[in-house]
């Protein structure tokens, strides 16, 4: 009996030496403050900003020629009439067209860019948790609500966050980008 016990408490010792350590982190905070994140946010905002305001100045011409056709139509016969009015009509669909493309193209690139820093932050977490001895990382969100409770020492996110935009580099970002997509012209 003496035997069964000792064999009992080692394997319950050697079971031991074997838990998991396991952490959480919130994900909506780490991609709140990665510095990727926050520059992939700006220079997408700066070309949406860029691309509306090349927008927004093809419909001001546009207007400009509408009015303008508004002051001197009635001097237009009927068949110089009809035809100023059909091409301001394609004149309006294009810029309507070249509205839709570019929020589309935005909208791809926007993606592909949140793609790239999920994908970023997830192998940068499994880098962590392995040079950290973690079994497993658990991701929570005011969403998933994945983890909903955790001691607070089991939160690595801070930590994470720390790591993350220490190696983080503004310009290995920069020199990703050049791969830009094709732009939708609006002359």
Do not use: H, W
């Not at 690139?109 to 793609?115: H, Y």
């Not at 991701?139 to 089991?154: A, F, H, M, P």
């Amino acid at each position: 009996m003496k035997k069964l016990v000792t064999v009992i408490g080692l394997l319950m010792i050697m079971s031991s030496c074997n838990q998991s350590k396991i952490a959480y982190v919130n994900v909506e905070e780490v991609l709140k403050e990665y510095e990727g994140s926050k520059n992939a946010e700006n220079i997408m905002r700066e070309k949406s900003q860029s691309i509306s305001g090349d927008l927004d100045r093809l419909a001001q011409e546009f207007q400009l020629k509408v009015q303008a056709y508004q002051q001197t139509s009635s001097k237009l016969s009927t068949n110089d009439r009809a035809q100023k009015e059909q091409e301001l009509m394609q004149e309006q669909q294009m810029i309507q067209q070249r509205q839709q493309m570019a929020q589309q193209q935005i909208q791809q690139e926007g993606q592909k860019i949140i793609e790239e820093i999920d994908n970023e932050i997830k192998d940068f977490i499994e880098d962590y948790a392995v040079s950290n001895g973690y079994t497993y990382v658990l991701g929570t969100s005011s969403q998933t609500k994945s983890v909903l409770y955790g001691e607070e020492t089991l939160n690595i996110t801070d930590a994470v966050i720390d790591a993350l935009n220490v190696t983080y580099d503004p310009a290995e970002e920069e020199s990703k980008s050049p791969e830009k997509t094709e732009e939708v012209p609006v002359n």
